[in-house]
Nanobody, 125 residues
Framework: QVQLSESGGGLVQAGDSLRLSCAAP????????MGWFRQPPGTEREFVAA????????YYTDSVQGRFTISRDIAKNTVYLQMNSLRPEDTAVYYC??????????????????WGQGTLVTVSS
């Protein structure tokens, strides 16, 4: 199965920033929407952000709106999540996912074909 490789997680203080990266090999997933999800300790995975296949549209969950930015570099086949003004409640394992279709709604609705293994973000006070 094609691999999605997340990186960029770590331990930071509240108010700090991190940038997560999600890389796919070759041309895999370049024509579908991509998204970021997170799983706080002891909870189900939840949607964070989505970006359409060409990067023209983005969508965010309310709790990260204005603080997080999703982007993608088509040439590098890499998706990014810039996280600013981090809060302790942002602590979670963050997962990159590829959708079954090209639209952000495919990500939001959970129509997903592949997941990465996750990268841990811990925000301390």
């Amino acid at each position: 199965q094609v691999q999605l490789s997340e990186s960029g997680g770590g331990l930071v203080q509240a108010g700090d920033s991190l940038r997560l990266s999600c890389a796919a090999p070759g041309r895999a997933f370049t024509n579908v929407a991509m998204g970021w999800f997170r799983q706080p300790p002891g909870t189900e995975r939840e949607f964070v952000a989505a970006i359409s296949w060409g990067g023209h549209k983005t969508y965010y969950t309310d709790s990260v709106q204005g603080r997080f930015t999703i982007s993608r570099d088509i040439a590098k086949n890499t998706v990014y999540l810039q996280m600013n003004s981090l809060r302790p409640e942002d602590t979670a394992v963050y997962y990159c996912a590829a959708a079954n279709g090209p639209a952000t709604t495919d990500v939001v609705q959970g129509s997903l074909r592949h997941w990465g293994q996750g990268t841990l973000v811990t925000v301390s006070s």
